[in-house]
């Protein structure tokens, strides 16, 4: 399979960040959705990156619920891969994909804030610790931020620390081009399984 005919959905809130990995994907030829229920300025976007606006939030427990919703059209999508951001909201809903409709291809970026101890607690914990399972790599920035998912349970062999440093308003080339990588890996080893 083609690079250039390759989909990915991206599960993420609006944030520059987001933006900018968006726009460069598409800039390198995947085929970008981006579901979200805060969206960023549709001019903001690269005209290729189509956006899907989730009707609620993705915080648990409405994560079920957003889940609903999502479902249908990550369905019709038919992504190679799916990545999701901040795990005690699209990284739990996509870990409820995964379980549901049984598609192997996660890949989960951890910013920190959503693993912090007042963040994720009770049934928010509980159903975070099983997420983490659900994904073929699990991507942070720091090595504290990695300790804090070895305390959620994290299969060590699938956390990949990135640099995901932000400058003049664009993620790194080199981020973007080990995340191509890890994207590729997960399509070519669900490939082989298949």
């Not at 900018?20 to 994907?25: A, D």
């Not at 999502?70 to 999508?77: D, F, Q």
């Not at 995340?179 to 890996?185: D, Y």
Request: glycine content about 4%; aromatic content about 6%.
């Amino acid at each position: 399979m083609e690079k250039s005919s390759r989909t990915v959905v991206e599960l993420a809130d609006n944030s520059p960040e987001i933006v900018s990995l968006v726009n460069q994907l598409a800039e390198r030829g995947w085929k970008v959705h981006l579901m979200c229920h805060v969206a960023p300025e549709r001019e903001a976007l690269d005209p290729r990156v189509r956006v899907h606006k989730l009707p609620l939030t993705t915080s648990y427990p409405i994560t079920y619920a957003a889940f609903l919703a999502a479902a249908p059209i990550i369905l019709r999508i038919k992504p190679d891969i799916i990545h999701a951001h901040y795990l005690t909201r699209f990284g739990i809903l996509a870990a409820v994909y995964r379980r549901f409709l049984r598609f192997k291809r996660l890949v989960l970026t951890v910013t920190g804030l959503d693993i912090k101890p007042e963040s994720c607690k009770g049934m928010t914990r509980w159903s975070a610790e099983h997420a983490l399972h659900m994904f073929e790599t699990i991507t942070c920035a720091t090595h504290a931020i990695a300790e804090g998912l070895h305390d959620l349970k994290a299969p060590a062999e699938k956390i990949e620390q990135i640099d995901l440093s932000f400058n003049a308003g664009k993620i790194s080339v080199t981020v973007i081009d080990r995340l191509e990588v890890i994207f590729s890996r997960a399509i070519e080893s669900k490939n082989r399984q298949d």
